[in-house]
């Protein structure tokens, strides 16, 4: 495995792999691989602009709160330009995350759209 987390009994787990263990690669690995993000948040507006590292401190500490018990939940890219940040994840349950706790700590406007069937999400937040 690229990330060193383990499958067993049904979960991914972050552990040392038992003796004789198979070597997999893990989803979100796999996701990172392929860029093929499940989610992806798009914060924009003047007040992102202006407090963006603040914003992006937010995102990656609950990207490791989460990523402690949920190994396939994990930040694959953050993409900032003029008209606002992209970040992409490898899971929903982490984009809804960050999402819900930008939109509780800075307020402002959030949208979730799942297109694709719900194979894919996207979260937009703006103030």
């Given at each position: ?20 263990a ?38 990656r ?40 706790a ?26």
């Amino acid at each position: 495995p690229v990330c060193g987390a383990v499958y067993l009994k049904g979960r991914w787990l972050w552990r040392s792999p038992p003796p004789g263990a198979t070597s997999l690669i893990c989803s979100a690995c796999q996701r990172a691989a392929d860029q093929m993000p499940a989610a992806r948040i798009h914060l924009s507006g003047d007040f992102e602009a202006a407090h963006r590292e603040e914003i992006l401190t937010l995102a990656r500490h609950r990207e490791a709160d989460l990523r402690a018990d949920h190994p396939m939940e994990r930040i694959m890219a953050v993409e900032s330009t003029s008209s606002g940040t992209d970040i992409l994840t490898t899971g929903f349950h982490l984009a809804r995350d960050i999402g819900h706790a930008i939109h509780h700590a800075f307020h402002g406007h959030l949208t979730f759209d799942y297109g694709n069937a719900e194979t894919e999400l996207h979260v937009k937040w703006s103030r």
